[in-house]
């Protein structure tokens, strides 16, 4: 679910994905720049994802540090 809510001037975007891999995030990022609209995946909150979070980044988890697909960095 994505929304954008509206105070006077400013504007707050919220993106909540439930338990999605990084495989989905990853599409909805190509489906999006692939229609040239972009600006919607400028979030200014994100709902971590519960159950499926280590598999949110990339195929790895990481030790430390997980390495995200280029599609879901940052």
């Given amino acids: 679910m994505q929304a954008t809510f509206v105070e006077g001037q400013r504007e707050s975007r919220l993106f909540m994905a ?3 891999n ?3 995030l990853a599409e909805i990022v190509q489906v999006t720049r692939k229609h040239d609209n ?3 995946l400028r979030w ?3 709902k ?3 159950h499926c979070s280590n598999l949110l980044l ?3 988890r ?3 540090e997980t390495k995200p697909v280029p599609e879901v960095k940052c």
């Fill in 18 to 20: 439930a338990d999605i």
């Fill in 22 to 24: 990084h495989e989905t």
């Fill in 38 to 40: 972009e600006d919607r």
């Fill in 44 to 46: 200014d909150i994100m």
């Fill in 48 to 50: 971590l994802m519960n």
């Fill in 58 to 60: 990339g195929p790895e």
């Fill in 62 to 64: 990481g030790v430390n």
